[in-house]
């Protein structure tokens, strides 16, 4: 007996389904502010161990295979001692949708793809719904490109050690969005140590692309409530995505 896709989706874990459902919402400048509830208890934790800066010219410049070999050579930071291999990225390397994480997992960590986990099955829900997949529009990275032993969070000094890596990404895919995933990729990307509350529902900017900051699909997996505020997340993102596109055609 075949099963429907969302008979599927719901064997999984995944549902509720993400649907599109009308009207799309208003961008936050134009409605009164709302108040802010305060965000997931997630810490961007302050260096424990001394890491190295990689310095910007050893990075800018590089083409795609050559970041990736530098990458994976890479030992900027002490988490490159306990990886497996380092994770750069995932999907379409001329992508109009960039989704930032925090760093690989145990299973990315052996897989060599980031997002392989039931994070993993979240966030290609997430896509899906939009009509969107990791080789279909989509790039996806992350603020560090090894595993932070016991999957913690990145202390700040690793992602700024990791961080000319993720920029020059940027630089070589040329988004139209970006979207991070979490507080870690929030400070990583726009050097904002800000709450994750305080900055949904904003069109914010990385360099004059817009950026929209949303919740990690880890924590989405441990607060199912939440996935209808992500949800919202996303179709900002959807619309300030449709108007980049529509101001690169002009």
């Given at each position: 007996m075949s099963l429907s896709r969302e008979q599927i989706l719901h064997e999984m874990g995944l549902g509720p389904i993400w649907r599109v459902r009308e009207p799309l919402p208003v961008?936050?400048?134009?409605?009164?502010?709302?108040?802010?509830?305060?965000?997931?208890?997630?810490?961007?934790?302050?260096?424990?161990?001394?890491?190295?800066?990689?310095?910007?010219?050893?990075?800018?410049?590089?083409n795609w295979p050559d970041l990736s070999q530098q990458v994976a050579d890479c030992r900027a930071c002490v988490l490159c001692q306990q990886r497996k291999q380092a994770v750069l990225g995932v999907g379409d390397r001329q992508a109009d949708w960039l989704f930032v994480g925090e760093g690989p997992g145990a299973e990315e960590d052996v897989k060599g793809e980031p997002f392989v986990g039931q994070a993993g099955k979240l966030l290609d829900n997430m896509l899906a719904a939009l009509d969107l997949g990791r080789d279909r529009k989509v790039y996806i990275a992350n603020a560090v490109k090894c595993r932070p032993p016991g999957n913690r969070t990145p202390e700040?000094?690793?992602?700024?050690?990791?961080?000319?890596?993720?920029?020059?990404?940027?630089?070589?895919?040329?988004?139209?969005?970006?979207?991070?995933?979490?507080?870690?990729?929030?400070?990583?990307?726009?050097?904002?140590?800000?709450?994750?509350?305080?900055?949904?529902?904003?069109?914010?900017?990385?360099?004059?692309?817009?950026?929209?900051?949303?919740?990690?699909?880890?924590?989405?997996?441990?607060?199912?409530?939440?996935?209808?505020?992500?949800?919202e997340d996303l179709l900002l993102a959807r619309r300030l995505w449709r108007e980049s596109s529509k101001t690169a055609q002009t």
């Open positions: 961008l936050a400048t134009d409605v009164p502010s709302a108040p802010v509830i305060p965000s997931p208890p997630v810490e961007v934790r302050p260096a424990t161990q001394q890491c190295q800066t990689l310095p910007s010219a050893t990075v800018d410049g590089l700040a000094a690793e992602m700024t050690a990791c961080r000319p890596y993720l920029e020059r990404q940027i630089a070589l895919i040329k988004p139209k969005i970006i979207v991070l995933l979490g507080k870690a990729a929030m400070y990583s990307v726009l050097h904002d140590d800000s709450t994750l509350a305080s900055k949904r529902g904003q069109r914010l900017s990385y360099q004059g692309i817009p950026v929209v900051v949303t919740y990690h699909p880890s924590y989405l997996l441990r607060n199912l409530p939440d996935k209808a505020k992500a949800w």
